[in-house]
């Protein structure tokens, strides 16, 4: 668009800026609570919106754990970043590993029934965690497999979209180059390794923003499987927070977990931005 | 380097009934660093018959022996050859020094020879400055000699090249033209060069190969296949505007195709063969004279005139007779050159 209005300017401007309010506001929330003491936000209603000073002192709290000035307990959230993190680098990294892998069979060898196990793979996209979750339950439950990183990650890994997303990228590299690294003496491992995993970098990086988020994001599969505290991933960690009945939330604490959870991700979008676009957008190869 | 035999060499895909045959029986003797075009209609087979020598297509029947070696089941990398594709096939993401090692790497040939070896074909092919360069950020025609760089640096038994010129504009595709003859000259490699231009054919063959619909029709040299086209369809492929294929005029047998080539068709006062002119093309140093032979339903002939001759205006009948020992009698029934 090569319009150049004052007053659309004006409107668009004004639209974004909602937007970004929109989302900024209930994180400048979250993090004004966790600057106060439980006490300062329900004594004072509605909430002071300027931060308090007890930034230092709730964010410890969360991190490693204790005793609340109410008395209750408060479980670790570092343990629980932890967990949370080695999960979702590890679906990220197995899915992209195991997508590209069978994207890689699929378009590149001729096996029976090729055509077959790409429509199971395909069907598969209609069948996520949700609906499957009971069997899934039991078999893992049955291999010994609750309460384990295993338990958390396995289920998750196999995934349709990003082995057909793999798919679609590898029918558009030219048969050309296959056949000039057949000439060079590669073999298909090779090839693999050499031409076809270095163009899908920025593939790859988009993924992995995507997956990473997907994984620090699981919530019910967690829920099911993890029965104690030091298997727990951190958003299963924040609702676990509310307390039930009568008890006072914390809610300085409570907020101050979510922000923690809240960095990890936004840290990988941000630091993989450039990657992350290029991949969705790059057609050049 | 080394001969490529052809014997009685088949290509069919798919089995049974449906199986649809593109090559029927090819048989030829490509000599020791010989330069041979490989030319035809797009769909003639060409381009399988040398991916069939670079081992990227299966061979049905018959075989294939690059320097006495039949090599039907060798992997393209044991065949001892380079290619050079239609669109490059660089590897994008690899420097130009890289795209031309990585074959030599994979053979773990010592690091110092493959950087000799890819020094001395950047020299030859004027690539020295760009050696660290990404393809995607090189000209089409220097992405070309990248390709010939790569093929080069392998020092194969033989080149095979499928259209490498045809991606690249007239201007750069003529002077590529010359560096791959010079380059033949230079090192002196058995060449397959696959086109469907018949000036590169023309140009650049020691011998050609004129295929049509997966059958060999002439294999000789470009003044034979000129000269002596061995049927009808050699005789109207090669040469451009084609050779008149002329039936029932004047002084022709029953059954007999007359071919005569429009640049050897003269102007008489009188006598003959009456052509009536219906258009005239003005290409520069010539013209071209589209009409018919004897009377408007006559068969459509050209006539090529140089410009400094008077053109003919449209609608006038000229007499044209064929210079003595340049016509052509073909067989009607089998298209086949009749010797006389």
Not at chain 1, 260 to 266: G, K, Q, S, V, Y
Not at chain 2, 77 to 102: C, G, K, T, W
Not at chain 2, 130 to 151: I, T
Not at chain 2, 259 to 269: A, F, M, Q, S, Y
Request: proline fraction near 6%; include cysteine.
């Amino acid at each position: 668009m090569i319009e150049n209005r004052p007053g659309t300017t004006a409107i668009a401007h004004t639209v974004l800026l909602l937007g970004v309010l929109a989302v900024g506001f209930p994180v400048y929330l979250a993090f004004v609570a966790s600057t106060q003491t439980s006490a300062e936000i329900v004594q004072n209603v509605p909430m002071s919106l300027l931060p308090g000073s007890h930034l230092l002192d709730t964010y410890r709290l969360a991190l490693f754990g204790g005793e609340t000035s109410y008395g209750s307990r408060i479980p670790p959230a570092g343990r629980m970043l932890w967990v949370s993190f080695v999960t979702a680098i590890v679906i990220a990294v197995g899915k992209i590993a195991i997508s590209m892998l069978s994207a890689f069979a699929i378009v590149y060898f001729r096996f029976p029934f090729r055509g077959l196990v790409f429509w199971m793979i395909f069907i598969t996209l209609m069948l996520p965690v949700e609906v499957r979750i009971l069997p899934t339950y039991k078999v893992v439950a049955d291999l010994n497999m609750l309460n384990s990183y295993t338990g958390l990650t396995l289920p998750l890994i196999a995934s349709a979209t990003a082995t057909f997303l793999f798919r679609q990228f590898f029918l558009t590299v030219p048969d050309e180059l296959t056949e000039a690294a057949r000439i060079d003496g590669a073999g298909p491992l090779r090839f693999f390794k050499d031409v076809l995993l270095p163009l899908s970098k920025t593939s790859m990086a988009a993924l992995f923003v995507i997956q990473f988020i997907y994984g620090w994001n699981q919530y019910l599969w967690p829920l099911l499987m993890t029965t104690t505290e030091d298997m727990y991933p951190i958003v299963m960690g924040i609702k676990r927070m509310f307390a039930g009945g009568d008890a006072a939330n914390e809610w300085n604490v409570i907020m101050a977990t979510a922000i923690l959870a809240m960095i990890p991700p936004a840290l990988v979008v941000v630091l993989m931005q450039k990657w992350f676009v290029k991949g969705l957008v790059d057609t050049e190869k | 380097m080394a001969a490529i035999e052809f014997n009685n060499v088949i290509k069919r895909y798919g089995t049974g009934p449906k199986a649809n045959q593109v090559i029927h029986g090819v048989n030829a003797e490509v000599k020791d660093g010989e330069f041979v075009v490989i030319v035809g209609p797009s769909g003639c087979g060409k381009s399988t018959l040398l991916r069939m020598v670079a081992g990227l297509e299966e061979i049905t029947d018959g075989t294939i022996s690059i320097g006495g070696r039949v090599v039907n089941d060798l992997e393209p990398a044991e065949r001892d050859i380079a290619m050079v594709f239609q669109n490059y096939a660089l590897y994008p993401h690899m420097s130009v020094f890289d795209n031309m090692a990585y074959g030599l790497k994979i053979k773990k040939v010592p690091l110092d020879e493959i950087k000799a070896r890819v020094d001395k074909a950047a020299k030859i092919l004027e690539l020295g400055q760009y050696l660290q360069r990404k393809p995607r950020e090189l000209s089409g025609g220097q992405r070309q000699r990248v390709a010939m760089g790569r093929a080069i640096v392998r020092q194969p038994q033989v080149f095979l090249f499928d259209e490498p010129l045809s991606n690249l504009d007239a201007k750069l595709r003529a002077q590529t033209r010359l560096e791959i003859e010079k380059l033949h000259r230079e090192l002196g490699i058995t060449s397959l060069f696959v086109t469907h231009d018949q000036v590169e054919a023309m140009t650049l063959a020691q011998r050609m190969m004129v295929m049509n619909g997966g059958r060999m029709e002439q294999f000789g040299t470009p003044e034979e296949v000129y000269h002596r086209p061995a049927t009808t369809f050699v005789a109207s492929f090669i040469g451009a505007p084609p050779m008149n294929l002329l039936t029932g005029v004047e002084g022709v047998r029953e059954g007999v195709v007359l071919g005569v080539r429009p640049e050897h068709l003269r102007v008489v006062d009188s006598g003959g063969w009456p052509l009536q002119v219906e258009t005239v093309e003005m290409l520069g140093a010539e013209r071209l004279i589209y009409g018919h032979l004897g009377g408007a339903q006559g068969p459509w002939t050209i006539l090529r005139m140089h410009e400094t001759e008077a053109p003919p205006a449209s609608g006038q009948t000229l007499h044209v007779v064929p210079l003595e020992d340049r016509v052509h009698g073909f067989d009607a029934a089998s298209g086949r050159r009749i010797e006389s």
